[in-house]
């Protein structure tokens, strides 16, 4: 069974900074690639970035591109969101999730992952 628990949400202003960890046990990290989303308040969840199995390509949502790095330590089986120039629009609770290989959905859809978070809130004030 697969587990994943993000932590580093919370309160910051716009312009600020924060660093989402997610923490996988129950399968080796090496072989899943990840992503993270979020989901606004009284919106859908949507795609924020993904990280193949090896670090690279790393691919971005438009909306924060430029703004936020997703990197893994395969050895500590941990993936991270670093967050940059945070925005008021950036508010939502952040999932990590890991990929299903070969299910045919794509990786900016929900869909395409098999295993969830429980989320964290990050709340920017402006």
């Known amino acids: 069974q697969v587990q994943l628990v993000e932590s580093g949400g919370g309160l910051v202003q716009a312009g600020g900074s924060l660093r989402l960890s997610c923490t996988v046990s129950?399968?080796?990290?090496?072989?899943?690639?990840m992503g993270w989303f979020r989901q606004p308040p009284g919106k859908e969840r949507e795609f924020v970035a993904i990280?193949?199995?090896?670090?690279?390509?790393?691919t971005y949502a438009d909306s924060v591109k430029g703004r936020f790095t997703i990197s893994r330590d395969n050895a500590k089986n941990e993936v991270y969101l670093q967050m940059n120039s945070l925005k008021s629009e950036d508010t939502a609770v952040y999932f990590c999730?890991?990929?299903?290989?070969?299910?045919?959905?794509?990786?900016?859809?929900?869909?395409?992952?098999?295993?969830w978070g429980q989320g964290t809130q990050v709340t920017v004030s402006s």
């Open positions: 999730a890991a990929r299903v290989p070969g299910n045919g959905r794509p990786y900016y859809s929900p869909g395409g992952y098999g295993y």
């Open positions: 129950g399968r080796t990290l090496s072989s899943i690639a």
């Open positions: 990280i193949s199995l090896t670090g690279d390509p790393k």
